[in-house]
């Protein structure tokens, strides 16, 4: 539990906490061990808690209750996918059981060394709005402030990585779509190509699908890797080739709470990933929706994915 990327806390029956990994010391300073919940949080269906503390970059968790000789403890999960305005919908239907069978099935050296809750933390702080059903955001600028950070932003690690859209992006360049889930997506897609490239360099490329109403972000580079790929489904794969992400990558596909990959191959020296983000065709009238400021959103997320991400990326 302590190598998880996301905060963790065990508390008692009566809500002292007892125990907190390293990640709920970075995050959840206020949350001390020995001090109770019963003041900081709001007790929710089925167990789950809210902090009280609104300046806290996480405040969902989903409870598992564990019998032990000394009594009832419980397990607080602060997973960085619930902290969004579904948060309240999304702790009832997770198995908390089930979540914290794949965070134990997952050996401690291959826990996230790149700190994908520091990037989920940066877009849980910012004021989201009301965006239930999407965001109508211009994807097109948000790839070219995308391409112009990913360009230059690792150059000192060796690193680099271009985003282009093709022509159906460009031509119709505003969707209603969950923009704190493409922006993350483009990052984890450049963040996966880098790491495994044998020269540092990946291309991204985002593309619409009118027919599954999807848009595709894949990702490319030259690669040394020989594993075979195409034997595994592509998060398998992905979590195999870059373990930091394993954790996180299985939560997500389990609950079905962020972007997964679609497809992950390696032919002739070329990796390949696609990441679907999903669309929200059936609003077209855009007055009443939510708008945002896509270079506030991803100077924030840029700042947090560059510094949690070069550790990682120092050590290829």
């Known amino acids: 539990m302590n190598a998880a990327s996301f905060p963790i806390i065990a508390a008692d029956a009566d809500g002292k906490i007892s125990a907190k990994n390293r990640a709920a010391y970075s995050h959840l300073p206020k949350i001390r061990v020995k001090s109770s919940l019963s003041n900081k949080a709001s007790f929710l269906r089925n167990?789950?808690?809210?902090l009280n503390d609104a300046s806290a970059p996480f405040k969902y968790a989903v409870c598992l209750p564990i019998e032990t000789l000394s009594g009832?403890?419980?397990?607080?999960?602060?997973?960085?996918?619930?902290?969004?305005?579904?948060?309240?919908?999304?702790?009832?239907?997770?198995?908390?059981?089930?979540?914290?069978?794949?965070?134990?099935?997952?050996?401690?050296?291959?826990?996230?060394?790149?700190?994908?809750?520091?990037?989920v933390a940066a877009f849980?702080?910012?004021?989201r709005g009301s965006s239930e059903n999407g965001i109508v955001s211009d994807v097109a600028e948000s790839a070219a402030l995308l391409d112009k950070k990913l360009s230059s932003g690792f150059r000192a690690l060796g690193y680099r990585a271009s985003v282009t859209c093709t022509g159906e992006i460009v031509a119709q360049r505003y969707f209603k779509l969950n923009l704190y889930s493409f922006v993350y997506s483009v990052?984890?897609?450049?963040?996966?190509a880098m790491r495994l490239s044998k020269n540092g360099a990946a291309d991204v490329v985002v593309d619409y699908d009118g027919i599954t109403e999807m848009i595709n972000?894949?990702?490319?580079a030259k690669t040394d890797v020989k594993y075979p790929v195409d034997s595994r489904s592509a998060e398998d794969a992905i979590a195999f080739l870059v373990p930091e992400l394993a954790v996180e990558m299985a939560i997500d596909k389990e609950f079905s709470l962020g972007a997964v990959p679609?497809?992950?191959?390696?032919?002739d020296s070329t990796l390949k990933l696609c990441v679907p983000v999903s669309v929200n065709t059936r609003q077209t009238v855009l007055s009443g929706i939510t708008w945002i400021s896509e270079s506030d959103l991803i100077d924030r997320l840029f700042t947090s994915f560059k510094e949690s991400s070069r550790k990682a990326l120092r050590k290829r």
């Open 47 to 50: 167990g789950s808690i809210l």
């Open 72 to 119: 009832i403890k419980k397990i607080y999960m602060f997973l960085p996918s619930l902290q969004n305005e579904n948060a309240r919908h999304d702790t009832e239907i997770i198995d908390a059981e089930r979540l914290f069978e794949i965070i134990k099935s997952h050996r401690i050296e291959v826990l996230p060394v790149r700190m994908y809750s520091e990037i």
């Open 124 to 127: 849980a702080a910012f004021d």
């Open 187 to 192: 990052l984890t897609a450049a963040y996966i």
């Open 217 to 220: 972000i894949t990702a490319t």
């Open 262 to 267: 679609k497809t992950c191959s390696i032919h």
